[in-house]
Nanobody, 121 residues
Framework: QVQLAESGGGLVQPGGSLRLSCIAS????????MGWYRQVSGKQRELVAT???????NYADSVKGRFTIARDANMNTWYLQMNNLKPEDTGVYYC???????????????WGKGTLVTVSS
């Protein structure tokens, strides 16, 4: 009923930049919170950044000052601009959304399938 699709991952050298995108489609009435999470092999998925429908943002301490989350509400799309990337930023990045769907207006959490970011020289 609701699908999320990420794009923009890849291989980048330390100090480089990448921009991830996520687009939500389907029976969407509204999106309350949009976010990015990442998972490194063998570890739990962790929050990277979130943005609300009133543009309140939240970042993991490890990415503050380097990553920026932004959204295009009209397009149900959000982005993660990642600058000054470090090897420890390597992982699978997942987009996430708290969606109120129609016609039942039920509130549910959705995830994308993930996109791999590798930071290596």
């Amino acid at each position: 009923q609701v699908q999320l699709a990420e794009s923009g991952g890849g291989l980048v050298q330390p100090g480089g930049s990448l921009r991830l995108s996520c687009i939500a489609s389907g029976r969407i009435f509204s999106i309350n919170v949009m976010g990015w999470y990442r998972q490194v092999s063998g570890k739990q998925r962790e929050l990277v950044a979130t943005i609300t429908n009133v543009d309140d943002t939240n970042y993991a301490d490890s990415v503050k000052g380097r990553f920026t989350i932004a959204r295009d509400a009209n397009m149900n799309t959000w982005y993660l601009q990642m600058n000054n990337l470090k090897p420890e930023d390597t992982g699978v990045y997942y987009c996430n959304a708290d969606v109120q769907r129609y016609p039942d207006y039920y509130d549910e959490d959705y995830w994308g399938k993930g996109t791999l970011v590798t930071v290596s020289s």
